[in-house]
């Protein structure tokens, strides 16, 4: 990277941004960066997420990132992580200026995504730049957005959610793996359709290949997995009657350069992300019995509850960014292009020196304003990159929470879930464990933990 210019004149005008000591930089790869690498940025590993969850990696984070902002100021940190620089955000005003000016002087396809996520959805929206980007947004809009409003779409998600979620009955335990799997054919057959929906080898492809995004660019390429995985995937396209949101992209024009089905794909992997936050919901809402109440009678609170658990833990746990071109920042310094900014989402939803609910599960949030007023709670981004796929997913989660909430539920993993302390700042949702409690004939039921 090249150095940093100074604009104007003037005593006011600095050298460069705030530049984090060698100490900070490496107290911020070795408590933040290294944990949150070793649990996985694209498929996660499930031993590496209960380990970081019983020492609750993600407060080292933020308290690393709480520590800088109280001694540099809120302006933006350079950080020299190993092997690359990255401009590390400290207010919420700088993230809202790079997610507002995507596609301007920030991409959303910056190096490390890039490598990660080529293992699989090389041509996805998120990881283009140039022309194609635009065109390739707008068909993920079209489809995602306009053709998944329609009633045809939320019909056929109803339906599946409905059928799959009949199997997670009352007396059983529900473990992770029984939920997972659940919601695995449930996406199946929002994304392709009903016709692949115990087309379990989809899936594995899929999850193998992220495993291999997992390591950047260190894995190499597996050429065939990744063909594999596309004519499976365009087989369901190409039915006679595609469903789901197949039939959305047959029904949808588009050029050469969109790649239909590379879009599908990413479609496919970031669904990954919505069990794990509905999984955490219902545990929440396990443990806080008022607000599971309200959320039987309310579907727009239910869906605050989902977006709740995304604040509280969000799976995207930063967005990045690369700069395209020189940036200019207050106190009179310029980023080169080519440089890594960071969205610390993990310590921005958390940032209990701004946000009274910063720790609590306070689904109310999303429904007065105040989330929506705070840029730096952006679960499912904002701006012009912002996840065109956000209803889908509270849609399936919502309508899935609603089938199993015509029960109570309680915790019986050791998770501390419930109001009486502040909620941990990393999870794991694999280990959690609920057992349905069904309301006995003289009505009196046990009621749900207070874990
Ligand atoms: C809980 C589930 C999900 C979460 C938390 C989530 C969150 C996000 C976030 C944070 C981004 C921005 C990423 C970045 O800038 O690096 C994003 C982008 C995107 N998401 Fe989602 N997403 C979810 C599910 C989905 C689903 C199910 C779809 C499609 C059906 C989808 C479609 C997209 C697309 C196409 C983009 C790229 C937008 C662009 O580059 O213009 N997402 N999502």
Redesign the pocket.
Known sequence: MTGFRRTGGGAAVTSGPTRASWLDAVRLSVLGLLPTLAQGVVIRRPLVVGLAAALDTNAWGCRVLDDLRERRGPGPVLVTFPGRKGLVLLSADDARRVLDETGISFT?ANRE?TAALSHFEPDG??ITQGAARAER?RF?ETV?EHHAAEPWFHEACRAAVREEAGPLTPGHELTWKRFHAAYQRIVRRI?FGDAARDDERLTELRDKLRGDGNWFMLHRKRHRLRAELFARAQRYIDLAEPGG?ARAVRATAATADVKPVA?VQ??FF??D??PI?AYLTLGLLACHPEQAARARADDAYLRACVLES?RLWP??VA??RDTTAETHWPGGWVLPAGTAVIIPCSYFHRDARRLSYADRFEPEVWLDGRAEAEWSI????RGP?G????D??LLTSATLLAELLDRDWLVTSAHRLGPGRLLPRTADHTSLRLRAVTPPSDGFSERPGFN
Request: proline share 6%; net charge positive; with cysteine.
């Open positions: 959303t995504k929206v998120l947004r993920n995602l994304v949101l879009q990413h479609w970031a669904f992300a919505a936050a995304q799976t995207t967005i990045v952006a679960p499912f981004s990159a996840c065109p796929g956000r889908i997913v």
